[in-house]
């Protein structure tokens, strides 16, 4: 937080504006953690949000990833998605030339019995070999909304 001026011991803070990129496999809650996020839009941080399912390849093909934050939503109670998701990752990822860009993973749908853990989701989707990446994982369930806004703090305490 920038402090811009102070007058009768009241500070007005810069508003910072985040663009967030929202992707992941079909089913994984992507348009629900989008809704809780533009919920909310506004106050000192502004998220530009744009929700994009697999038709991402077309984005990245033509160049016009511009995103601060890519937000990839994973299904952490579908076993069965998981190879899909890393698939998909992996393809946006090959893509992105930018180190700046943070990669946000949730793993939605932690109110679900049964559902992976952090560590299950680091090994299936291989995220320990992405050294080169800025990358935090959060658990999150986007139905109630627990969890999306801790992760966006949390990469928005890094870029400070």
Known sequence: ?????????????????????????????????FNRIKEKEGGIIQYYVREVGESMAGILREGRFDARILAFVV??????????????????LEHILSSEVFILVLANKQ???GCMDIPEIVRNLQLDMLVNWRIHIQQCS??????????????????D
């Open 1 to 33: 937080m920038n402090c811009l001026s102070r007058n009768n011991n009241v500070a007005l803070f810069a508003t910072k504006k985040v663009d967030v990129l929202i992707v992941g496999t079909s089913g994984s809650g992507k348009t629900t953690v």
């Open 111 to 113: 109110d679900k019995e």
């Open 142 to 159: 986007a139905v109630n909304g627990e969890g999306i806004f801790e992760g966006l703090q949390s990469i928005y305490n890094k870029e």
């Open 75 to 92: 299904d952490s109670s579908d076993m069965n998605m998981i190879s899909e998701a890393k698939m998909l990752l992996s393809g946006i």
